[in-house]
């Protein structure tokens, strides 16, 4: 499968001089639209100079900008691509389940060779930290992952709250919500407005927010401390969210791991009431 340029970015962000890593940074803020911007306006937006922005798009294995910047309208393209616009290739052959199969063991495998255990680590190191509470949103098709997830989590840490509901009850949360909190949102494409609204919000007020999207980066990416971008693509009308559940379950696993003594107990204290 061919890589996006955020997963490319995430690949090699690490080998990347520190001016070609500030136009990778400036370019993830505001995803795809400051990539489709001249290289002049690119350099402006992200204070380095020109020929840093041809060295980070060649860093990236693109022979000139132009062809970066054709990489990133076909994804731009991808990400408002509606239901209807997606269709079964007919000459898929193999039954029914076959294609779907093995795109949904594809997207998990690409999935995790973009996520590197240092990312996993950080995020599950955060997600045990018991400083703060843990709010957990997601979208229209994403929120069962979001309450999955903190069905799990709120069994063996206290102060674990999934948001649901009207957009107005989640901006009534946010009262509650400070620097010391971490919010987990969801959102894959076509991305949720109210969502990026919420993230805003939320962002400003300094919670930490941990982003579970798809390759193509939801907006909120701007505002996040940590995102997982996963593959969703698959031969049918609809997105899978597979990959991001496998993630999302191997995150609990290791905070889990972290919370042992503390959330062995609380498990035996919540059994006893039952």
Request: proline fraction near 4%; charged fraction near 25%; aromatic fraction near 8%.
């Amino acid at each position: 499968m061919i890589s996006s340029i955020a997963e490319l970015i995430s690949d090699r962000i690490g080998t990347m001089p520190a001016g070609e890593r500030r136009a990778a940074q400036t370019l993830i803020a505001n995803y795809p639209l400051t990539g489709l911007k001249t290289v002049a306006e690119f350099s402006t937006a992200a204070g380095v100079s020109s020929p840093t922005i041809l060295r980070f798009v060649a860093r990236l294995g693109f022979q000139n900008y132009p062809e970066f910047q054709s990489a990133l309208q076909d994804e731009l393209a991808a990400q408002l691509q509606s239901p209807a616009s997606r269709t079964l290739d007919p000459s898929s052959t193999g039954g029914a389940a076959s294609p779907m199969l093995e795109a949904t063991l594809d997207n998990m495998r690409e999935t995790f060779r973009h996520l590197t255990d240092k990312q996993l680590a950080d995020i599950a190191a955060r997600l045990a930290e018991r400083r703060g509470k843990t709010f957990l949103i997601g979208g229209r098709f994403t929120d069962p992952l979001a309450r999955y997830m903190a069905a799990h989590l709120a069994i063996i840490q206290p102060d674990v709250y999934h948001l649901a509901g009207q957009e107005s009850i989640w901006r009534d949360r946010l009262i509650d919500m400070g620097k010391r909190d971490v919010l987990v949102i969801f959102d894959i494409r076509r991305y949720q407005e109210s969502l990026v609204r919420f993230a805003e919000k939320a962002h400003q007020r300094g919670v930490q927010i941990i982003l579970f999207t798809d390759q193509w980066l939801s907006p909120i990416a701007r505002f996040a401390r940590h995102v997982i971008a996963g593959r969703t693509a698959v031969p049918s009308a609809w997105d899978s969210s597979a990959a991001l559940f496998v993630v999302a379950e191997t995150l609990i696993g290791a905070v889990t791991r972290q919370l042992e003594a503390a959330g062995a107990k609380r498990i035996r204290d919540l059994e006893s009431l039952r």
